[in-house]
């Protein structure tokens, strides 16, 4: 990713929308992965399908004012690097605020704090929004 002007912002209402980032290990080459379309031609994905090491980094942030879409950190890896480098970026996490399901940095822990919504969904009404820390 080599524009990051727009990082901490999201052009979309959902967390399944959102910009995703492969972390593999230093180690570890990247694999494209061929998919065949039914209309012809192919496309190629890069997943952790193809790529079972490291982890997937959807990147949250605010869709609208008042309403902040949540990022998102997971893993299919089961080898020790993959692990290690999952910990390590769960580690630096787990030092920022909490909700009861969620870890919020203090901007967010701000805007939560006069009534901006944290969301998976910007569209799932109220009582689906992530709670308040």
Do not use: C
Not at 45 to 63: E, I, K
């Amino acid at each position: 990713m080599r524009d990051v002007s727009m990082l901490g912002q999201v052009q979309y209402h959902s967390t399944g929308l959102a910009p995703r980032l492969l972390l593999l290990p230093m180690e570890v080459a990247l694999t494209v992965r061929p998919v065949p379309q039914n209309a012809g031609g192919v496309r190629y994905l890069v997943d952790q399908l193809a790529n079972p090491y490291g982890f997937l980094l959807t990147l949250g942030g605010t869709f609208q004012p008042g309403i902040l879409v949540e990022s998102e950190a997971t893993t299919l890896a089961t080898d020790a690097a993959s692990l290690a480098l999952f910990a390590s970026w769960a580690k630096v996490v787990r030092k920022q605020g909490r909700t009861s399901n969620a870890y919020v940095g203090p901007e967010a822990a701000q805007l939560l704090a006069v009534g901006w919504r944290l969301v998976t969904d910007a569209r799932s009404p109220l009582e689906y929004d992530l709670p308040k820390p």
